[in-house]
């Protein structure tokens, strides 16, 4: 991965759905992907993930104390997943600090908690092999504006 200028950097203002965490970070847009792994899907509840991956030293956190949740992959890594303890609202993935030193890590923010959600769209997908076939196409699916 190339280096990125400052200035192709954004602002990303986040919170969790309770309001206890409030996080900040300068974020590259290109950096925003889909992610269609089965943690994904299970933790979310949802056939894929939205996400930007930020470098840690380039995240602040405002208020509140995530929870880390870790998970041991089938290569046997770790994965810290920090969600918040009230609300559930899932914060983001990263490696865990045996692996990747404290403020060296890249933290996966999930981007539906961001109030630049809609000036993230995402630039590529990853774990495909286990992508839903429906998601490539849902927009010839009738849509009404709220619940119908
Ligand atoms: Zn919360
Ligand atoms: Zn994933």
């Known amino acids: 991965m190339s280096e990125t200028k400052r200035s192709e950097m954004m602002k990303i203002h986040g919170s969790c759905h309770c309001g206890q965490i409030i996080f900040e970070a300068q974020a590259n847009p290109a950096r925003a992907v889909l992610c269609h792994c089965t943690d994904c899907q299970m933790m979310s509840g949802s056939p894929y993930r939205s996400i930007v991956q930020v470098k840690e030293a380039d995240f602040s956190l405002l208020a509140g104390e995530p929870k ?31 692996d990747v030193p404290n403020g060296q890590r890249t933290f996966g923010i999930r981007t539906g908690l961001l109030r630049e959600l809609a000036q993230l769209p995402p630039q590529a997908q990853v774990w495909c092999q286990s992508k839903v076939a429906w998601a490539d196409d849902i927009s010839h699916l009738p849509g009404v504006d709220q619940q119908s």
């Open 68 to 98: 880390p949740y870790f998970k041991v992959g089938d290569s046997g890594n770790r994965r810290e997943l920090s969600f918040c303890a009230n609300c559930g609202s899932h914060l983001y993935a990263t490696s865990v600090t045996e």
